[in-house]
């Protein structure tokens, strides 16, 4: 039984060890090498690794690159202000909430990494927020970001002759005013090609009563110059070119003089659809990559400077335990912020504020720990008992006071502003993770390196 016991502990032991390898090639940094001020000329960089996973159609790529926030990164911000005068009181946070989530999804389209978009109230206006970390050329997505895009398709007025204008100069009197087909009837776009056109076409994909609305509406102006209007402007003029099938649709797609770029613009305004409440762009910030620099460079020496302490008060007070404690807080430290890279989270200065905090939380149930085991020392137990008991005997104030914590991380989160989320994510999830390796990873080693008997 004991031989068991044994190989169970160096078992556990070596997942340990294989769990710190792994953490530590998460988050090994992009490292410059340069040997010429010292005499040698050699030169080199050792690039983040990255996750490249192709299998059985599970498709998984993470750079590992640390994610970082507008304030560190630097990059934009946008402010858009929304006109709620028309709706009642009851309905604004509601509109608010569908007008972020458009943006959001807006933005995701466009390809913008590291994106934030939230809302805010600023006096008696409603402004929705985004920030860009490390976008420069804001000009396409403030585009995409700003337009209310009410979607419309409109045919031609009877008496308009297709074949006596060009689709780019239709203008929009010359189409019907009304139309029972809007964007509200599209379920998503594609961009496809069709054979012998080098040019992108655009294939509709409408709901099942979108798609009758179409299909009456292709049937009747198949060759025919369709208008597809956003906020009351003319857009693009393509010409429908379905083909018809015992009088139904099939494979809606509209062609025109698209340039990959604009056919993909469009895509990803269909695909986002309309803004419930106009929106209207009022402030654009600038942040450079400096204040970036320099708020990373503070919270890197402030987080050194304190866990050195915290390393050192461990060691001075608990001897051996310390130094068994503390090898478990970097093993945590570097879990943790291997977590945040995998996700990944979007770190902000609020966000280093509360792993910081978070540290010293995983530190503090180690003390509890510790303190127990004092007390079951003085009662003359053995090593291995004195271990059992007093984490058995410290598990309860553990946790109560971290799922304490995990309710205030809650009410931060919902009630909370985006920074304020920020700390809030970091924290919970440094609580979390806290509580496994002070349960887990510091047991397992003190099992190794403590009991003797």
Same mark, same amino acid.
């Given at each position: 039984? !004991? ?5 169970k502990?160096?078992? @556990? ?10 953490v530590?090639?998460?988050?090994i ?8 001020p010292?005499?040698?000329? /050699?030169?080199?960089?050792? @690039?983040?690794? @990255? ?10 790529y993470?750079s ?7 304030d ?7 402010v858009?202000?929304?006109?709620v005068?028309k ?12 007008a ?14 590291n994106a ?10 409603? !402004?929705?927020?985004v920030?860009?970390?490390g ?13 209310t895009?009410?979607?419309e ?6 008496g308009v ?5 060009? =689709? ?13 087909? =809007? ?18 076409a655009?294939?509709?994909?409408f709901?099942?009563?979108g798609?009758?609305k ?31 099938a ?11 003089? %698209?340039? /990959?770029n604009?056919?993909k ?6 695909n ?5 409440v106009?929106?209207?762009?009022i402030e654009e910030?600038?942040?450079? &990559? ?14 050194f ?7 050192g008060?461990?060691? +001075? ?5 310390g ?10 430290a570097?879990?943790a912020?291997?977590? %945040? ?6 770190? =902000? ?5 509360g792993?910081i ?8 149930a ?6 127990r ?9 053995s !090593? ?6 007093? %984490?058995?005997?410290? +598990? ?11 309710? =205030? ?11 304020? !989320? ?5 924290? &919970?999830?440094g ?6 390796t002070?349960?887990?990873?510091t ?11």
């Amino acid at each position: 039984m !004991r031989k068991l016991k044994i190989k169970k502990v160096k078992r @556990n032991f070596l997942i340990i060890l294989l769990l710190f390898l792994i953490v530590v090639f998460i988050d090994i940094p992009q490292i410059n090498i340069n040997l010429k001020p010292i005499g040698v000329n /050699y030169q080199t960089t050792i @690039n983040h690794p @990255n996750i490249n996973i192709n299998f059985l159609g599970i498709k998984y790529y993470n750079s590992l690159n640390p994610s970082l926030g507008l304030d560190l990164k630097g990059g934009s911000q946008l402010v858009l202000l929304a006109n709620v005068s028309k709706l009642p009181k009851a309905d604004i946070p509601q509109a608010m909430s569908a007008a972020r989530n458009v943006i959001s999804q807006r933005v995701n389209l466009y390809g913008v990494a590291n994106a934030q978009v939230y809302t805010e109230k600023y006096g008696s206006s409603n !402004r929705i927020v985004v920030d860009l970390a490390g976008v420069k050329n804001l000009s396409e997505a403030k585009k995409l970001v700003g337009q209310t895009a009410k979607l419309e398709f409109l045919t031609l007025k009877s008496g308009v002759v297709p074949s006596s204008i060009t =689709t780019a100069t239709i203008p929009l009197s010359d189409f019907n005013p009304k139309t029972n087909l =809007t964007g509200a009837d599209l379920a998503n776009a594609t961009i496809t090609y069709q054979q012998g056109n080098p040019n992108p076409a655009i294939q509709l994909n409408f709901k099942s009563e979108g798609l009758k609305k179409f299909a009456k509406m292709a049937k009747a102006n198949v060759g025919k110059p369709v208008g597809i209007i956003l906020d009351n402007k003319v857009v693009e003029n393509p010409v429908i070119n379905s083909s018809l099938a015992n009088g139904v649709v099939s494979s809606p797609i509209i062609t025109g003089n %698209f340039s /990959y770029n604009t056919a993909k613009t469009l895509v990803d305004q269909l695909n986002a659809g309309a803004l419930p409440v106009p929106v209207k762009l009022i402030e654009e910030n600038t942040i450079g &990559a400096t204040l970036g620099t320099s708020s990373i460079n503070a919270s890197l020496i402030a987080g050194f400077i304190g866990i050195i302490i915290i390393l050192g008060f461990m060691i +001075w007070n608990y001897k051996t335990l310390g130094l068994i404690a503390d090898f478990a807080l970097i093993i945590y430290a570097l879990l943790a912020f291997a977590i %945040f890279k995998l996700i990944p989270i979007t770190l =902000t200065l609020e966000g280093i504020a509360g792993f910081i905090l978070s540290i010293g939380m995983a530190v503090d149930a180690n003390i509890l720990i510790f303190e127990r085991m004092k007390e079951e020392k003085k009662e003359g137990r053995s !090593r291995k008992s004195t271990l059992t008991l007093g %984490f058995k005997r410290a +598990w309860n104030s553990i946790r109560d006071s971290n799922v304490s914590t995990l309710i =205030t991380t809650l009410v931060l989160y919902i009630l909370g502003s985006s920074q304020i !989320r920020g700390f809030a994510i970091t924290l &919970a999830i440094g609580v979390l993770i806290s509580l496994f390796t002070a349960i887990t990873i510091t047991k397992q080693l003190l099992y190794v390196f403590y009991v003797k008997d």
